[in-house]
């Protein structure tokens, strides 16, 4: 995963929201996004651009106990947030892999289960900084020739 890695700073929600809508195309189906950062880093908000991208008929939102959710449009956007699972082996029972042959996988916190993840094709990093509507976010990825033309 160190092949390509690129820095990006937003100043607003929309900018993150945008970013997701630029990264859409790089996490198509059978691809799997990690997303890490702290609570209100925007991994939600950007996981909501990706979902603007396939025209789905709903946008992204926070799950309050769910696992995964997934949204359908142009392919399904399968959204994992695993800031509540309580046992790293719950992720066997979700057979994550059925996931994929119509969709993706973007999964927030993915730390608390790593080890029982597939690998990830792209792996962003939120920060907050100094400022309240800025965010530092940090892509990486093996793709590094079409994501260079990119961003
Ligand atoms: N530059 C920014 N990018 C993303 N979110 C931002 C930004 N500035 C402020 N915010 C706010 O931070 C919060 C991010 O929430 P969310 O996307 O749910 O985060 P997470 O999923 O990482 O917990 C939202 O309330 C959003 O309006
Ligand atoms: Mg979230």
């Given at each position: 995963m160190n092949s390509f890695s690129k820095e990006i700073v937003t100043n607003t929600p929309e900018e993150t929201?945008?970013?997701?809508?630029?990264?859409?195309?790089?996490?198509?189906?059978?691809?799997?996004?990690?997303?890490?950062?702290?609570?209100?880093?925007?991994?939600?908000?950007?996981?909501?651009?990706?979902?603007?991208?396939?025209?789905?008929?709903?946008?992204?939102?926070?799950?309050?106990?769910?696992?995964?959710?997934?949204?359908?449009?142009?392919?399904?956007?399968n959204h994992c947030d695993f800031f509540r699972l309580n046992n790293s082996e719950e992720i066997f029972d979700l057979a994550l892999e059925e996931y994929l042959e119509d969709g993706n996988l973007?999964?927030?916190?993915?730390?608390?289960?790593?080890?029982?993840?597939?690998?990830?094709?792209?792996?962003?990093?939120?920060?907050?900084?100094?400022?309240s509507s800025q965010r530092k976010i940090i892509i990486k990825s093996n793709n590094k020739e079409s994501l260079e033309k990119l961003l």
């Open positions: 929201l945008g970013l997701g809508i630029k990264l859409a195309p790089f996490i198509g189906i059978g691809k799997i996004a990690y997303l890490k950062g702290p609570l209100g880093a925007g991994k939600t908000t950007l996981v909501k651009g990706i979902t603007e991208f396939y025209k789905c008929s709903q946008p992204a939102k926070s799950p309050t106990f769910i696992l995964v959710t997934s949204y359908f449009g142009d392919i399904s956007i973007i999964i927030e916190w993915p730390e608390i289960g790593e080890k029982y993840l597939p690998k990830p094709d792209l792996e962003i990093i939120l920060e907050h900084t100094d400022l």
